[in-house]
């Protein structure tokens, strides 16, 4: 998500044991040309595991990383440890964030336990710059970090009101539809990317409007949309403000954005136009093998998520539009603990492992979209293609997403209220409950959470 963070004298506390966002998406790797790489796995254990090379006389950098990052799959550790010879890196992986964070947030507090460099989702990043930034490192003043390489919001996601930048960003999610091309075209639909995307250009209305054109004449047994879960994200994604104000105060039962989203996808589930699964669970990923919904709200590292879980021949089938309105999902920063064993080395490493070029090489291996907007022009971006899109510019699609994202007020329980709408709220849609119902049955919910 697209933000800006909360000074922490207007945060709300909430208090309680802070949740991570579900994982996105399963850790197997997934090169570009075999399809783009999702973000978190599924499996809630911890994978130690270090790069190759090492030995006496050397400085070990260590990195605590959630789900696959996927700078060792795309040989950026090994770059690095060739470039400098007296360096080894390993990284110790937690495969689901939501099992990471709290674990990062107890060591941050207690000052202890922490590795050189620490990665923190988008989801998390406000929290930890309001509580937790005295115990990083300033990352502006590393070696070669230049602001002006990220893009701007991005790079003010981890940083202070006193102007400290303690994150360097590595991804971000700019958000397009994937679609099924010949879903559409059984469906009377257009098929033309450019045709699709004038459908529903600028409202999400129109997108849901499409669904029921699709839903009369589309093949039977199958839905226009995924899941309510990925269409409520999506909407949300696009606003300016949602969950929070400016001021740092919770407003999503007031936010009339919000309730509109809610209002809108239950009304999509209440006429049958999105499939009855929550996203990232075994029921859905059969949805995608079986080719039972048309089209999803898609991220780039989406695309490995499709691709892992289709059958062989879904491969080309796939085509992306432009959503309604530009908004963003996912995407990760890298610290530096000031009371790691490495700091000034730790702080090299992350400089470079987030430049422009590893960042553009990381997309083309494993299709984490860069957030250094820096790398939008650089051949692995412009030139990249994947396995279920065919000849779909993806690179230029998500590049120009990316630059239209909203600036957008992220709070430190933002999670907690987004997992609150979606598994507690507007799935119940698709099992038969009113939306008033599922309303109510989200906020008490996330109520409940917010108040622990």
Request: charged share 25%.
């Amino acid at each position: 998500m697209r933000a800006r963070t909360l000074p922490l004298s207007r945060q709300r506390s909430g208090g309680g044991k802070p949740i991570a966002r579900k994982a996105l998406a399963v850790a197997a790797v997934v090169s570009l040309g075999t399809g783009l790489l999702a973000g978190c796995a599924d499996d809630g254990g911890d994978d130690s595991d270090s790069s190759s090379g090492g030995g006496e006389g050397k400085t070990t950098i260590t990195l605590g990383l959630f789900g696959t990052m996927g700078f060792k799959e795309a040989g950026l550790y090994a770059e690095y440890e060739k470039l400098n010879p007296d360096i080894k890196i390993a990284e110790n992986v937690v495969e689901r964030n939501e099992n990471y964070y709290p674990a990062l947030l107890n060591h941050l507090t207690t000052n202890s336990g922490l590795q050189d460099v620490q990665a923190v989702e988008v989801g998390n990043i406000a929290e930890i710059v309001g509580t937790q930034a005295a115990k990083l490192e300033d990352l502006s003043k590393a070696p070669g970090v230049k602001k002006e390489n990220w893009l701007e919001w991005k790079w003010e996601q981890a940083t202070t009101k006193d102007g400290q930048t303690i994150g360097l960003g590595t991804d971000v999610g700019p958000m397009a539809i994937c679609y099924r091309k010949d879903l559409f075209e059984k469906a009377g639909l257009p098929s033309d990317r450019a045709e699709v995307a004038k459908l529903w250009a600028g409202d999400w209305k129109k997108f849901v409007q499409v669904g029921e054109d699709y839903k009369k004449k589309g093949p039977k047994g199958t839905t226009f949309l995924d899941s309510p879960g990925g269409l409520i994200n999506a909407i949300l994604s696009s606003e300016e403000e949602k969950f929070y104000d400016a001021s740092g105060e919770v407003i999503y039962k007031t936010n009339p954005a919000v309730k509109n989203a809610f209002d809108l996808t239950a009304e999509a589930a209440e006429k049958g136009l999105v499939g009855a699964q929550t996203q990232f669970q075994p029921a859905w990923d059969q949805t995608i093998a079986n080719n039972k919904f048309a089209a999803m709200a898609c991220p780039p590292w989406m695309l490995g998520y499709i691709k892992g879980k289709s059958q062989p021949d879904a491969a080309g089938k796939w085509d992306v539009a432009v959503a309604p309105k530009s908004g963003n999902w996912g995407g990760s920063f890298l610290s530096v603990p000031k009371n790691g064993k490495n700091v000034d080395e730790a702080k090299k490493l992350v400089a470079w492992l987030t430049a422009p070029e590893q960042q553009a090489k990381l997309f083309k291996v494993q299709g984490s979209f860069p957030s250094a907007q820096a790398a939008f022009d650089s051949p692995e971006v412009t030139g990249a293609k994947n396995d279920m899109t065919g000849d779909a510019p993806i690179g230029t699609i998500f590049s120009e997403a990316a630059k239209q994202i909203p600036v957008q007020v992220i709070g430190p329980k933002d999670q907690i209220i987004q997992q609150g709408l979606t598994d507690n709220g507007v799935i119940l849609v698709t099992k038969g409950k009113s939306a008033k119902e599922a309303w109510e049955t989200a906020t008490k919910t996330i109520d409940n959470n917010l108040d622990k």
